[in-house]
């Protein structure tokens, strides 16, 4: 992490509670908080300077939880991660930088994509480079679960984006518009020609989850490919924790500035 010349203040947002243990896995020292009623994880090692919180799945849930936060004090660096679907010939565990984000990608016209912040990019694409493999270019948002193939190459005709999510757009969004640099660093767990073996955006609502259950019990074959997703799932999860170890030993031997030490959320 070369360049990083003072102890930048991080959050760090994952949507869902396996991307959070992954990450909260390479977290050093660790150590629960709470931020408006949300269950964070600091680092005692890192004087405060890394909050990781989950924000729930979508772009609703991300937004809200985004916006609380940075309201809330001054960061230097907004960080959306987790898990991402793959809308290029990319393999499962792919670690992926994105360079921007299109919040609407099916708007008329459609609206123009988020940057990333550049320095930053360089900088996590230099840590990420070592990883295998290794992905950059653009993300977009989507407000649902995209769970046909047919979907995905269809999304990547119209975007030229290399992996989808459902929450980078609505955190970066808010990231901009308090002035906050922000960068998207996903690993993939489901690839472009994949079908997911169930509507996942049934168990968004607390109607859909009957229907849901029922889905799982009554089907073998969805049994099948649940379990394929998981293991897609626990690779991708091991690519975030190895990445983020790296990330934060290279943030450990940056220098502590002063006005940090004793600092809170």
Not at 120 to 147: D, E, N, Y
Not at 212 to 234: D, E
Not at 244 to 257: N, V
């Amino acid at each position: 992490m070369e360049g990083i010349s003072a102890l930048p203040r991080i959050s760090i947002l994952t949507a869902t509670t396996i991307e959070f243990r992954a990450i909260g896995r390479a977290l050093p020292s660790p150590r629960r908080v709470w931020n408006r009623g949300r269950s964070c994880l600091i680092s005692t090692q890192l004087s405060n300077a890394v909050l990781l919180m989950r924000t729930g799945m979508g772009p609703q849930k991300s937004h809200a939880a985004t916006r609380q936060l940075l309201e809330d004090g001054k960061w230097d660096l907004v960080i959306s991660t987790g898990f991402a679907g793959a809308l290029q010939d990319l393999s499962i565990g792919t670690l992926v930088l994105g360079e921007d984000v299109l919040d609407d990608p099916f708007a008329t016209p459609q609206t123009a994509p988020m940057v990333c912040d550049a320095e930053w990019v360089a900088k996590l694409g230099a840590l990420g480079r070592r990883s295998i493999p290794f992905s950059v270019g653009r993300f977009a948002t989507v407000p649902q679960v995209l769970t046909r193939s047919e979907e995905k190459q269809k999304l990547a005709a119209a975007t030229g984006a290399v992996a989808v999510d459902m929450e980078s757009g609505s955190i970066g969004r808010v990231a901009n518009e308090f002035g906050i640099p922000f960068v998207i660093i996903r690993t993939i767990s489901d690839g472009m020609g994949e079908n997911l073996p169930l509507d996942f955006n049934l168990f968004r609502t607390p109607s859909g989850w009957a229907k849901g259950l029922w889905q799982c019990l009554s089907s073998p074959p969805i049994w099948k490919g649940l379990y394929r997703l998981y293991r897609q799932s626990r690779e991708a999860a091991l690519q975030l924790t190895a990445f983020f170890k790296g990330f934060f030993a290279g943030i450990l031997t940056s220098p502590t500035p002063t006005a940090m030490v004793g600092s809170t959320f």
